[in-house]
C-alpha cells in the first residue's frame, strides 16, 4: 500500500463524514455556538444535526450543553480538546493523501 | 499512476472538494460576525464620535486650554464607543441571535485581557504625552492648507477612507453588490467635500468625516435590513 493510500486509510472516521465534518469545521473556529447557528449553517434537518452531534458527543469530540438565553432553551455546543486535535489531525491526513 | 487512478474513480476529486470545503466552512463564522451589519454600525458610530469630538471642539471658547480641548475630544469618542458597543450587543442580542444562531469567538492566547490592558495603557500615555508635546511647542502643526497644492494628510485621509471599505466589503463575501454603489457614492462624496476654499486642517475635515460616518452607519442599516428581510426568528 502506498503512501497516499494509507494516509486515506488513516482519516478518522467519525469525522470524514461529511455532514459531521461540516459541523467540526464550524466549531472548530468559534469558542461556543448554539444549535441554531450550527443548523442554519449546515442547512441540515435537526434530526440529522442531532444524531451527528450525539455521534461526535460520544467520540467525546464535541461538548453540549443545556442552558437558557433569558426564558429560551439554549443548546451550546464546543469543540473539545480532543475535538480539535482530532480535526488538526484529519486535516494533516488529508493533506498527506494528496 | 495513483493519482490517475483516485481521479478516475472519483475519490481524489471527492477528497479535494472535501478539502475546500472544510476551509470554507472554516472561514463562515468569521463571515458571520457582520451579517447583520452591526461591524459597519460600530465603524460609523466610533467615525461618527470623532466627527462630533471635531465640532464640539470648534464650539469651545478660543482661550480653552489643551487639555480642555483633549478632554472633550475623549470624552466624545468614549460616549461613541459606548453607544456603539451597546447598539451592537442590543442588535445581536434581540435579532441575530434569536433568528440565525448564538456564536462566541475564542480570545486568543490565555493572557487576552492582559493584552487588552496594555494597549490602553499604551494608548493613554501616547494621547497624553502628544498633547504635551503640542501644548508646549514640541510638536508644531501647520494646520494651513494650500488650494493648490494637496496636502498629504487630505490625501491620505482621503485613501483610507476610501480603501478601508471595499476590503470590509471582501471581507464579507459576495450577495452585497449594491455595496459597489455606497463605495462610488463615497468616493464621489469626498472628492466633492475635498475640493473647497482654502481652511485650517480641523476645518476641512470635519465635513467629510461626518460624510464616511453616515455612509458607514447606512451601509450597516442596509445590510441589517437585507438581513432581517431574509431571515426570521426562530424557536430551538
Keep these: ?98 | 499512476m495513483l493519482k490517475w487512478l483516485l481521479t478516475n474513480t472519483g475519490l481524489y476529486c471527492k477528497l479535494d472538494c472535501m478539502n475546500t470545503e472544510v476551509l470554507d466552512y472554516a472561514k463562515r463564522p468569521k463571515r458571520y460576525q457582520n451579517i447583520d451589519g452591526t461591524g459597519e454600525m460600530v465603524v460609523g458610530l466610533t467615525v461618527l464620535g470623532v466627527a462630533l469630538a471635531g465640532y464640539l471642539e470648534a464650539l469651545l471658547p478660543k482661550n480653552s486650554t489643551t487639555w480642555m480641548r483633549v478632554a472633550v475630544v475623549f470624552a466624545s469618542l468614549a460616549v461613541a464607543v459606548c453607544i456603539a458597543y451597546g447598539t451592537r450587543r442590543a442588535i445581536k442580542g434581540y435579532i441575530t441571535w434569536p433568528r440565525t444562531g448564538y456564536v462566541a469567538f475564542p480570545r486568543h492566547g490565555k493572557s487576552w485581557w492582559v493584552k487588552a490592558i496594555i494597549v490602553r495603557i499604551i494608548a493613554l500615555i501616547f494621547a497624553v504625552g502628544l498633547a504635551y508635546l503640542i501644548k508646549s511647542r514640541h510638536i508644531y502643526l501647520n494646520w494651513n492648507l494650500s488650494p493648490t497644492e494637496w496636502n498629504p494628510r487630505v490625501i491620505i485621509l482621503i485613501v483610507v477612507s476610501v480603501a478601508a471599505y471595499p476590503i470590509w466589503i471582501a471581507r464579507m463575501g459576495g450577495g452585497y453588490r449594491w455595496k459597489w454603489l455606497v463605495l462610488v457614492f463615497m468616493v464621489l462624496g469626498l472628492t466633492r467635500l475635498a475640493i473647497r476654499a482654502p481652511e485650517d486642517f480641523g476645518q476641512w475635515a470635519r465635513p467629510p468625516v461626518l460624510f464616511i460616518a453616515i455612509l458607514w452607519l447606512m451601509s450597516g442599516a442596509g445590510t441589517l435590513y437585507s438581513y432581517v428581510r431574509h431571515t426570521k426568528p426562530e424557536i430551538e
Design chain 1, 1 to 98: 500500500m502506498t503512501a497516499q493510500l494509507l494516509a486515506i486509510s488513516e482519516l478518522d472516521r467519525v469525522i470524514h463524514e461529511p455532514g459531521r465534518l461540516m459541523i467540526v469545521a464550524l466549531l472548530s473556529a468559534v469558542k461556543e455556538c448554539d444549535f441554531l447557528y450550527v443548523l442554519h449553517e449546515t442547512e441540515m434537518n435537526k434530526g440529522n444535526l442531532s444524531s451527528h452531534l450525539a455521534r461526535l458527543e460520544e467520540a467525546g469530540y464535541v461538548e453540549i450543553e443545556k442552558t437558557y438565553r433569558g426564558k429560551v432553551p439554549q443548546t451550546l455546543l464546543r469543540l473539545t480538546r480532543a475535538g480539535h486535535k482530532a480535526f488538526e489531525g484529519y486535516r494533516k491526513g488529508l493533506k498527506a493523501a494528496f
